[in-house]
């Protein structure tokens, strides 16, 4: 009995129903997450200035790129898990979650290493206004010295979502919410520690939202599939492999991304603070389109892969549609307001004068980024359901480094567009999923690929 509790089949039932209600926590959860970091750049706006602004976002830059190599093992394994509950193997899953967390825990020690030795470097490379790198570099090593906290909840969450279970990643993610706010007003506004204020906040809200999911787990070990046992995080080799294979590219394809736009606001930061600080806050404001783009992203990548090991493929397509439609009409009505209101939404965040002025600027750039985003979220939960690892690898490399950096170093190098060229050319780079992704579904040969659920 206690198993259905965190298990849900999304095989059967009104697919848009399913797909909607298993989004809904994860849109709370997106929307929690993205209102902390939000939290972080008005609150560091505030207090700190502009140049605070501008380290929190220069800072926040760097970190991504880690995060993303160590999520990208976690989304490997979110589709490893749905597979093999799709496929009723249930048996195999305290062998598949000893597997991943083990896997998780030595990849972010690893990260912490590497991150710590290259942040020096990686932020000479962003060419971070000398005014904000203190600040920056600050809150690179704070963040980086609890990775391990944030990609171990990180991995939970995924572990659970593969099960079907979206409810319980939302309550992890709430309680890191409220405690980094609470942080954030504490440090920063309260105790004046600016950039390194704000990473604190962070690293302790993803810790102890972290140490209590383990314990919940741990009192609901039968309902989670996973005995908690020593000898059950001894690393599966058939498991392990899937693991790799899917975790690698996956990685890639989001490093990429992150390298690419850690390109980008190279040349972006060199125009200054104000441009660096109105990038930053536009990057959180993507953030809003991406709460139910993400969400139905992972949505549907859940119920595809469970879908896909249960080899109900018609009902794949159904949820790849109704994907599309869903993200299409929420980035339309955001980027109607972003068009409408730039100075006022972008003073929430910073009044100064130069950023308002930029705001008009860069809102026509938002509303290109947001329309992507329909077109990406059902290409990702696709790729990511069917565990299509040559695919995520390919579109690392298409949209990471031929669109992105290509787009950006024509139009603002090549045809001397500036900074506009970098803006626009970083957002048009995403509709390459699209490009990719959508003939690849028509085709239907997708149909023709193995589940991760039969290699072990």
Same mark, same amino acid.
């Given at each position: 009995?206690k198993s259905k509790t965190?298990?849900?089949d999304?095989?059967?039932g009104?697919v848009i129903?399913l797909?909607?209600?298993f989004?809904? =926590?994860i849109m709370?959860?997106?929307?929690?997450?993205?209102a902390?970091? &939000?939290?972080?750049m &008005?609150?560091i706006g505030?207090?700190?200035?502009t /140049?605070?602004?501008s380290s929190v976002?220069?800072?926040?830059?760097?970190?991504?790129f880690?995060?993303?190599?160590?999520m990208?093992?976690?989304?490997?394994?979110q589709?490893i898990? @749905?597979?093999v509950?799709g496929?009723?193997?249930r048996?195999?899953?305290?062998?598949?979650i000893g597997t991943l967390?083990t896997s998780i825990?030595?990849?972010?020690?690893?990260?912490?290493?590497?991150?710590?030795?290259l942040?020096n *470097?990686?932020l000479?490379?962003?060419?971070?206004p000398e005014e904000? #790198?203190k600040g920056?570099? %600050?809150?690179?090593?704070?963040?980086?010295a609890?990775l391990?906290?944030?990609?171990? #909840?990180?991995?939970?969450s995924?572990?659970l979502?593969?099960m079907?279970?979206?409810?319980h =990643? &939302?309550?992890?993610?709430?309680?890191?919410?409220?405690?980094?706010v609470?942080? %954030?007003l504490?440090?920063?506004?309260?105790?004046?520690?600016?950039?390194f204020g704000?990473?604190?906040?962070t690293?302790?809200?993803q810790g102890?939202?972290?140490?209590?999911?383990?314990?919940?787990?741990?009192r609901?070990r039968?309902a989670?599939?996973?005995?908690?046992?020593?000898?059950?995080?001894?690393p %599966?080799k058939?498991?392990?492999?899937s693991?790799i294979?899917?975790g690698?590219p996956?990685?890639?394809?989001s490093?990429?991304?992150?390298?690419?736009a850690?390109?980008?606001s190279? #040349?972006?930061n060199?125009?200054?603070?104000?441009? !660096?600080?109105?990038?930053?806050?536009?990057n959180r404001?993507?953030?809003l389109?991406l709460i139910?783009?993400?969400?139905?992203?992972v949505?549907?990548?859940?119920?595809?892969?469970?879908?896909?090991?249960a080899?109900k493929?018609e009902?794949?397509?159904?949820a790849? *549609?109704?994907?599309?439609?869903?993200d299409?009409?929420?980035?339309t009505?955001?980027?109607?307001?972003i068009?409408?209101?730039p100075a006022?939404?972008?003073g929430l965040?910073?009044?100064? =004068?130069?950023?308002?002025?930029?705001?008009?600027?860069?809102? =026509?750039?938002?509303a290109?980024?947001f329309m992507?985003?329909a077109?990406?979220?059902p290409?990702?939960?696709?790729?990511?359901?069917l565990?299509? !690892?040559r695919?995520?690898f390919m &579109?690392?490399?298409?949209?990471?480094?031929?669109?992105?950096?290509?787009?950006?170093?024509l139009?603002?190098?090549v045809l001397?567009l500036?900074?506009?060229?970098f *803006?626009?050319? !970083?957002?048009? /780079? @995403? #509709?390459?999923y699209?490009?990719?992704?959508?003939?690849?579904f028509? !085709?239907g040969? *997708?149909?023709?690929?193995?589940s991760?659920?039969?290699?072990f």
């Amino acid at each position: 009995m206690k198993s259905k509790t965190l298990i849900k089949d999304l095989t059967t039932g009104p697919v848009i129903k399913l797909l909607i209600s298993f989004a809904f =926590p994860i849109m709370l959860s997106n929307l929690m997450q993205t209102a902390y970091n &939000m939290a972080d750049m &008005m609150i560091i706006g505030k207090f700190s200035g502009t /140049a605070g602004l501008s380290s929190v976002s220069i800072g926040g830059e760097v970190l991504h790129f880690y995060m993303f190599l160590g999520m990208g093992f976690a989304t490997a394994g979110q589709i490893i898990v @749905s597979q093999v509950v799709g496929a009723g193997k249930r048996a195999d899953l305290n062998r598949v979650i000893g597997t991943l967390f083990t896997s998780i825990i030595v990849l972010s020690l690893v990260l912490t290493v590497i991150s710590l030795c290259l942040s020096n *470097w990686l932020l000479g490379v962003l060419n971070a206004p000398e005014e904000a #790198y203190k600040g920056a570099r %600050d809150y690179v090593l704070t963040c980086t010295a609890g990775l391990i906290f944030t990609l171990g #909840y990180n991995m939970v969450s995924a572990v659970l979502r593969g099960m079907g279970d979206s409810k319980h =990643p &939302m309550i992890f993610v709430a309680i890191a919410a409220v405690i980094n706010v609470v942080l %954030d007003l504490v440090f920063i506004a309260g105790l004046h520690l600016e950039a390194f204020g704000a990473a604190m906040a962070t690293v302790m809200g993803q810790g102890i939202s972290l140490i209590l999911s383990l314990i919940y787990l741990y009192r609901n070990r039968e309902a989670f599939n996973f005995d908690f046992r020593l000898k059950s995080f001894k690393p %599966d080799k058939n498991i392990t492999r899937s693991v790799i294979r899917l975790g690698i590219p996956i990685a890639i394809q989001s490093s990429a991304s992150s390298i690419s736009a850690l390109f980008v606001s190279s #040349y972006i930061n060199s125009y200054g603070v104000a441009v !660096s600080a109105v990038t930053g806050v536009g990057n959180r404001l993507n953030s809003l389109a991406l709460i139910v783009a993400n969400s139905m992203n992972v949505s549907s990548a859940a119920m595809i892969g469970q879908c896909f090991g249960a080899g109900k493929t018609e009902r794949i397509g159904k949820a790849f *549609w109704r994907v599309f439609f869903v993200d299409l009409s929420f980035v339309t009505v955001l980027s109607i307001i972003i068009l409408a209101f730039p100075a006022q939404v972008f003073g929430l965040f910073n009044k100064s =004068p130069e950023v308002l002025e930029l705001s008009y600027r860069y809102a =026509p750039v938002l509303a290109i980024a947001f329309m992507g985003y329909a077109v990406r979220s059902p290409s990702l939960g696709l790729i990511n359901g069917l565990g299509h !690892s040559r695919m995520n690898f390919m &579109m690392g490399i298409v949209e990471g480094f031929i669109l992105r950096i290509g787009l950006t170093y024509l139009l603002g190098v090549v045809l001397g567009l500036g900074v506009n060229g970098f *803006w626009y050319g !970083s957002v048009i /780079a @995403s #509709y390459g999923y699209g490009l990719v992704v959508f003939p690849y579904f028509l !085709s239907g040969k *997708w149909k023709k690929r193995t589940s991760e659920a039969g290699r072990f």
